[in-house]
T-cell receptor, first 113, second 115 residues
Framework: KQEVTQIPAALSVPEGENLVLNCSFT??????LQWFRQDPGKGLTSLLL?????REQTSGRLNASLDKSSGRSTLYIAASQPGDSATYLC????????????FGKGTKLSVKP | NAGVTQTPKFRVLKTGQSMTLLCAQD?????MYWYRQDPGMGLRLIHY???????AKGEVPDGYNVSRLKKQNFLLGLESAAPSQTSVYFC??????????????FGPGTRLLVL
């Protein structure tokens, strides 16, 4: 059964720092991996989706990488801002889960001014 | 476009009561999902639908029923609510679940408290 783990569970950094959030998964046979953002009391917003054949995706200050063979993904946030404060969720899609998404528990990020 | 909307936003139930959560999407998506989010557990899939008139069980389906009578609506029902069903419920939709799919679009959530 696929399991997704995110480390750390919480992270606090000063504004302007570059930071890395980690995601690992136990079964490398995935179709894709996605990173979501969740603000308090709100739903999830998709940030980046990496297909299994891709190595990375970029959107603005965000860069996500995927290493299927090692079962790892990282989300890199450059020049962090207070507005980046949120919970970041990683999810993988694999055939073993009826093709549905399996989520990690998230990393709660706080960027202090 | 409103995207994915959920009704109600918040509800308090007594044990044994029933209720229906409504999810609506205006993006003409084929696939719709119901998740629950609990502290320390992450998001878990309850039921999903791959098209109008179809439903399937997810990871935690017990105690819930669903219906997809219209393509744009996906209903989640609790026939006899239990305190263990206290949670935040999210609905999502996506255009397809092919290998090279697009992402899922989430609603704002429904907070349910069962006393």
């Amino acid at each position: 059964k696929q399991e997704v783990t995110q480390i750390p569970a919480a992270l606090s950094v000063p504004e302007g720092e570059n930071l890395v959030l980690n995601c690992s998964f136990t079964d490398s046979a995935i179709y894709n991996l996605q990173w979501f953002r969740q603000d308090p009391g709100k739903g999830l917003t998709s940030l980046l989706l990496i297909q299994s054949s891709q190595r990375e995706q970029t959107s603005g200050r965000l860069n996500a990488s995927l290493d299927k063979s090692s079962g790892r993904s990282t989300l890199y946030i450059a020049a962090s801002q207070p507005g980046d404060s949120a919970t970041y969720l990683c999810a993988v899609k694999d055939g073993g889960s009826q093709g549905n998404l399996i989520f990690g528990k998230g990393t709660k990020l706080s960027v202090k001014p | 476009n409103a995207g994915v909307t959920q009704t109600p936003k918040f509800r308090v139930l007594k044990t044994g009561q029933s209720m229906t959560l409504l999810c609506a999407q205006d993006m003409n998506h084929e696939y719709m999902y119901w998740y629950r989010q609990d502290p320390g557990m992450g998001l878990r899939l309850i039921h999903y639908s791959v098209g109008e008139g179809t439903t399937a069980k997810g990871e935690v389906p017990d105690g819930y029923n669903v219906s997809r009578l219209k393509k744009q609506n996906f209903l989640l029902g609790l026939e006899s609510a239990a305190p263990s069903q206290t949670s935040v419920y999210f609905c999502a939709s996506s255009p397809n679940t092919g290998v090279f799919e697009e992402t899922q679009y989430f609603g704002p959530g429904t907070r349910l408290l069962v006393l």
